[in-house]
């Protein structure tokens, strides 16, 4: 009858393990081995001796001539008839299970499982506790663990999955084999990895499935306790997720990165950052640094910086990353602190070592690191485009850099808007009737300042010599770069300029924008004449034709004289000379008044006017100052053989005492940012200027 009959998608030659063109002794000599190799699963004895009878019966086929060339015959008709169809064996219902037993052997574990879940549902299902239920319960759990290992082989991961998870739920609907259930479940488990690597290295069009992919991913972390593996120690490694320790997740991680776009990875690392995971803060920075950098969008990188600046990780320094944030942002002065702080010796050899000046080996530190570390790892960023020119010459890059540098001098101002010894009373300095030079410095017998004080001069957006002087830089040796040659300041737009041109745009606090706005009144170096300290004022005098300027030779120095008299000071006598400076004007502050001879020979006349305007002030206010003032940075800007230009951080605090010693007035410690303008008069260096910024 036919109800009582099954069909399996087997031929006798496969279902014996034979090879069509076998002799008679192969197909006698195999029956035995398989009779004699039973499997040992765990299938009850009935189950097995109809698979010995099945293997009889194929052998008895395959042994008969006459027989087998029919059978033969038979199956090349099939073939001819229904190409690409698969011949089968008409089974008794009572040999159904040896059957799917013998199909489950011949490595068809696909159509195993697929039957032995179909004959366990209704109608045809078992009867309960039956010795049928429990041989095709145990089938169906082999047969699908070896299902899925063959998809895995095959990378259809999803597919392997799919099978484990309904091998596993057919298995809690029977009640039956919890050594099988799990099994299956860390079969499932380990998995996983694969099943996340196999859903996102899929087209970027299939949306749903990177969505899966992505919240599985996420979900793995978590349960492993972040990147980091919090809580692993200990486990044994079949306890471990997915059996992977910390190791091996790592290189996981290395190989799933590659398929995640860099915002997938940022939005990703940000949702681990707020679980406290620090390993996905400092990702999520490198993230925005590697978006922003390929988006041209700065506010990216100044998101990496902010985040980067509140990290703490044990065996990182930091310095050096931060230093290459702070460039791409323009600020080159931040990035030589960064640098200079670094506690790497390889690093600081490095530099020293480099045969550019210093804004050079920025360049190049900063260019292989976006191409080593941050660019690659992400689907849809090219690590090979590392192109600072193209960076630097972007407008919304040089618009974002420009309104840094404008908070940065507000926040600057409003920080020292009551310390009036430092910063200055935020007036320009008026320029003398050709609009080269600031009256206070061609004459320093000039008006003081309409409020008298001592402060280091100059307000917001002003320079020393009341326009923008061009920096000089050497030319680096880096034949990765192209180094163009240094345009002047012109009205044109600065498109394609170099990268080293770009970062010498923001030196100094002035933009892109902002050199082009001054650069009508822009001088050369060698056009700042420093006169000599007894002259008039430029206004007053009559016109007359220019006289060629004399040369000054060096006076040799005297013993415990604080002048700079060398023609070209090296970076120490420069920051010698503003501590200098800083420490004797403090004296004069403190109440000794005859320190104001030891600013003579290092300031002109008019700044030393105003200190000691500054102290007779406080003196018939009866009050002192105390004053801490460093020199904690210092870098030269540019320098001719007239004029030195020098940008300095100082650390500074202060309190004013009255006449009974206490403490009226105090100016917490800060740090300030200041340019400093020294000139060469009668053979030595005076400080003739400086301003914020």
Request: charged share 25%.
């Amino acid at each position: 009858m036919a109800a009582l009959l099954v069909d399996l998608p087997i031929d006798h030659f496969r279902l014996l393990g034979v090879s069509p063109a076998a002799e008679p002794e192969a197909v006698l000599r195999t029956l035995q081995l398989r009779l004699d190799r039973c499997p040992d699963q765990g299938f009850t004895h009935e189950a097995l001796s109809q698979r010995a009878e099945l293997l009889r019966l194929s052998a008895d086929l395959l042994t008969d001539t006459v027989r087998r060339r029919d059978y033969e015959a038979a199956l090349m008709e099939l073939g001819q008839d229904h190409p690409g169809e698969t011949a089968g064996l008409e089974l008794a219902f009572n040999r159904e299970v040896a059957g799917l037993i013998l199909l489950w052997e011949a490595n068809a574990p696909h159509e195993a499982f697929q039957l032995a879940r179909q004959a366990l549902q209704p109608p045809q299902a078992p009867a309960l506790g039956s010795g049928r239920e429990s041989d095709l319960s145990l089938l169906a759990a082999l047969a699908c663990r070896d299902a899925a290992r063959q998809d895995q082989e095959q990378r259809r991961y999803e597919s392997a999955a799919n099978l484990l998870q309904d091998g596993e739920q057919l298995l809690q609907r029977m009640g039956k084999l919890p050594d099988q259930r799990l099994a299956l479940e860390t079969d499932l488990s380990q998995l996983l990895p694969f099943r996340i690597l196999d859903l996102l290295s899929r087209d970027l069009a299939e949306q749903s499935a990177r969505r899966e992919g992505l919240a599985m991913l996420e979900e793995f972390i978590r349960a492993r306790g972040g990147l980091e593996g919090s809580g692993l120690d200990g486990l044994a490694a079949t306890e471990l997720p997915a059996g992977m320790d910390q190791g091996a997740f790592e290189l996981f991680f290395q190989q799933i990165r590659r398929f995640l776009t860099v915002q997938e990875q940022v939005d990703l690392y940000g949702r681990l950052q707020q679980a406290g995971s620090v390993d996905a803060s400092f990702l999520a920075a490198m993230a925005l640094a590697a978006a922003g950098f390929t988006q041209r969008k700065p506010e990216r990188i100044q998101d990496a910086r902010q985040r980067l600046q509140e990290l703490v990780l044990d065996g990182l320094d930091t310095k050096p990353l931060l230093g290459c944030l702070d460039l791409l942002l323009g600020d080159v002065d931040q990035a030589e602190r960064h640098f200079a702080a670094s506690t790497d010796p390889e690093l600081q050899a490095w530099m020293l070592d480099h045969p550019g000046d210093t804004l050079a080996s920025l360049c190049e530190y900063c260019r292989t690191w976006l191409a080593r570390d941050v660019l690659p790892g992400y689907r849809d960023v090219d690590a090979e485009a590392v192109d600072l020119e193209t960076w630097f010459a972007d407008r919304d890059v040089q618009a974002f850099v420009e309104r840094l540098e404008r908070q940065q001098t507000r926040q600057d101002l409003t920080k020292t808007e009551d310390n009036k010894w430092l910063l200055g009373d935020g007036l320009p300095l008026p320029l003398d009737p050709e609009g080269t030079l600031p009256l206070s410095l061609t004459d320093p017998a000039a008006p003081p300042r309409p409020d008298g004080d001592a402060s280091d001069g100059g307000g917001e957006g002003e320079t020393a010599s009341g326009s923008f002087q061009w920096p000089s830089f050497p030319r680096p040796s880096l034949p990765a770069l192209a180094w163009p040659e240094l345009p002047r300041p012109g009205r044109a737009v600065w498109i394609g300029s170099g990268a080293f041109v770009a970062l010498v745009l923001v030196i100094g606090g002035f933009s892109l924008v902002g050199l082009r706005r001054d650069a009508d009144q822009t001088i050369a170096p060698d056009e700042v004449a420093t006169p000599s300290l007894d002259e008039t004022p430029a206004a007053e005098k009559p016109e007359e034709a220019p006289q060629p300027e004399p040369v000054i030779t060096a006076a040799p120095a005297q013993a415990g004289d604080p002048s700079l008299r060398a023609e070209t000071p090296s970076k120490e006598e420069l920051e010698a000379l503003l501590q200098t400076w800083l420490d004797s004007k403090s004296t004069v502050l403190s109440g000794d008044g005859s320190a104001a001879e030891l600013l003579e020979p290092i300031a002109r006349a008019g700044l030393i006017t105003q200190v000691k305007r500054q102290r007779a002030a406080d003196q018939a206010a009866s009050v002192t100052q105390k004053v801490e003032a460093t020199v904690d940075f210092m870098r030269v800007v540019s320098r001719s053989p007239k004029r030195i230009e020098l940008r300095a951080d100082v650390d500074y605090r202060d309190e004013t005492l009255n006449a009974a010693g206490a403490v009226v007035k105090r100016t917490q410690q800060q740090s300030l940012k200041r340019t400093y303008i020294l000139g060469r008069v009668d053979g030595r260096w005076l400080l003739l200027d400086f301003r914020p910024g």
